[in-house]
T-cell receptor, first 110, second 116 residues
Framework: QKEVEQDPGPLSVPEGAIVSLNCTYS??????FMWYRQYSRKGPELLMY????GNKEDGRFTAQVDKSSKYISLFIRDSQPSDSATYLC??????????FGTGTKLQVIP | GAVVSQHPSWVICKSGTSVKIECRSL??????MFWYRQFPKQSLMLMAT?????????EQGVEKDKFLINHASLTLSTLTVTSAHPEDSSFYIC????????????FGDGTRLSIL
């Protein structure tokens, strides 16, 4: 079993839809959680960073962490074609290396 | 936000050539930098962790003599692929972390390496 599971997609949604991206994990030592967006042939860009259970909102993005269920989500409201990219979840115990999900490819159709 | 610059963005060279890739943190001091390799449609594979002023820590299976890493200052780390061969062709990405280990990594835009 992989430490981090992420549905690879692709996920296609119409413009304006609410997108839900998810990751599950098995290592209870993970304490810090991140979401990155990666456009084709570019490096990952940090979108959200959180270390507590609950929700964190930044503009159209909301990150949700449920440590009891070992489940994290990223919600994108009012999705735009420019949101089309691969989204990587990432997580780490304190002071150790980061474990990345395999990424979910998202396509927002105009 | 934290900016990491990686150069070059794309390099094509002949087999046997050594290639150097630079990674700079532009607006913060990065005690730790990381080098990743990414194959098409796959996630990031950590190659090594680079700490300023000390030797890099390589992941299992990564040849340290093949992939030379230097982290001479708090804002610059370099990866040199020595005697590159076609199987070394890949997308190499660096990242940097602020000097507190609980901070997230910020990535450069990657270097596409093609060995002919």
């Amino acid at each position: 079993q992989k430490e981090v599971e992420q549905d690879p997609g692709p996920l296609s949604v119409p413009e304006g839809a609410i997108v839900s991206l998810n990751c599950t994990y098995s290592n209870s030592a993970f304490q810090y959680f991140m979401w990155y967006r990666q456009y084709s042939r570019k490096g990952p860009e940090l979108l959200m960073y959180t270390y507590s259970s609950g929700n964190k909102e930044d503009g159209r993005f909301t990150a949700q962490v449920d440590k009891s269920s070992k489940y994290i989500s990223l919600f994108i409201r009012d999705s735009q074609p420019s949101d089309s990219a691969t989204y990587l979840c990432a997580m780490t115990p304190p002071g150790q290396k980061v474990t990345f999900g395999t990424g979910t490819k998202l396509q927002v159709i105009p | 936000g934290a900016v990491v610059s990686q150069h070059p963005s794309w390099v094509i060279c002949k087999s046997g050539t050594s290639v150097k890739i630079e990674c700079r943190s532009l607006d913060f001091q990065a005690t730790t930098m990381f080098w990743y390799r990414q194959f098409p449609k796959q996630s990031l594979m950590l190659m090594a962790t680079s700490n300023e002023g000390s030797k890099a820590t390589y992941e299992q299976g990564v040849e340290k003599d093949k992939f030379l890493i230097n982290h001479a200052s708090l804002t610059l780390s370099t990866l040199t692929v020595t005697s590159a061969h076609p199987e070394d062709s890949s997308f190499y990405i660096c990242s940097a972390r602020l000097d507190r280990e609980v901070q997230p990594q910020h990535f450069g835009d990657g270097t596409r390496l093609s060995i002919l």
